[in-house]
């Protein structure tokens, strides 16, 4: 097993090419951590699909009420849903939204982050200061930029599971 410097704030996520490997940052964003690692925990990302993929921009996903590609993925519908947890208060931080940062997806409204989050392909500082930035990945970008593009794709790449490092 791999050596990571904080196993309990380390996201192990699976895709179709291998593991990205995604830093958290507890004291950055707590409560996204938090939501993160719970929904991890439950099962809650495992084949989730990638629904908005945008080319040079980012990867989109975590709708775990409309975007499971076994039980109930649509289309239409991936993207609109959360989890059945409530909604999390904006964490705004002064880290960036650099290449391989975790960003909290949300609504118009600042405080509707609540299970989605994408994984910028680039340094989108136009994100700055307007979506949460809970983690970053540290390994495995490669597979992310491997991500099939669409919104949504007709054919979408999926989380094949997501663990926390300390559970794995």
Avoid at 9 to 18: P, Q, R, S
Avoid at 21 to 37: F, G, N, Q, T, W
């Amino acid at each position: 097993m791999a050596e990571y410097k904080d196993p309990e704030n380390t996201i192990l996520m699976e895709l179709k090419g291998g593991t990205v490997v995604i830093e958290l940052l507890p004291d950055v964003a707590p409560k996204h951590v938090e939501r993160m690692k719970e929904l991890a925990r439950a099962g809650k990302y495992d084949n989730v699909a990638f629904h908005r993929v945008i080319d040079g921009f980012m990867a989109q996903t975590g709708d775990v009420q409309h975007a499971n590609m076994e039980t109930d993925y649509n289309p239409g519908r991936a993207g609109t849903g959360g989890s059945d947890l409530p909604d999390l208060p904006a964490e705004f931080s002064k880290i960036p939204h650099a290449r391989g940062s975790l960003g909290a997806a949300r609504s118009m409204n600042p405080n509707s982050a609540n299970s989605q989050f994408f994984i910028n392909f680039s340094d989108n500082n136009f994100l700055n200061g307007q979506y949460t930035v809970y983690g970053q990945v540290t390994s495995g970008m490669e597979h992310v930029d491997a991500i099939v593009r669409g919104e949504p794709p007709a054919n979408p790449d999926r989380m094949i599971s997501v663990k926390v490092a300390a559970d794995a």
